[in-house]
């Protein structure tokens, strides 16, 4: 199942969104009726893990669909499941998401406070922590911010600077440092 979100995750950027939610509802699916077998603990947190990810992609899913109700729900289920597994940076990425989705509707302050929220979640230098810490820049960005969203950038420079390009660059979960000039141009557009 592990393999399964990794490859649902990769496929994001190219699938269409009700195409991928269809994948993804299907894969919960079974998660759901594994949860509710025999199982050992390490067994049953990889499960919460595994749920999370994928309730985590299917709100992004219904985000990119403009079906927000939907996605706050399957946000709010992602966060209980990663607060249940002990799984820090799957509670970053929710907030970082809803602060995507609040950033795109105009609502800049909520971004920002989500953004900074995730940050304080989010294991130092992961993926959801530069992604939240671009997240930030951008909502400075749009209240008119200048020296705010310069230090966001300068904070994401400083991280990504060091990363390998991973494996698996197109990984919606794993910051791609390529990313790191496209943010920082739109985000000064």
Known sequence: METVVDGLAVAYP???????LGRVRRHLAYVSQLIDARKTLTEYRRLLVVGGWLSLLAATCHIDLRQFPAGAARLRTAAQLAKHAGHPEIMAWSLETEAWQVLTTGDYRRALSLSQGAQRVAPKGSSAYIQATAQEGRAWARLGAGRETRDALDRVAHLVGPLPTPDRAEHHYR???AKSDAYTATTWS
């Open 175 to 177: 910051y791609d440092p």
């Open 14 to 20: 190219g699938t269409p969104p009700a195409e991928l």
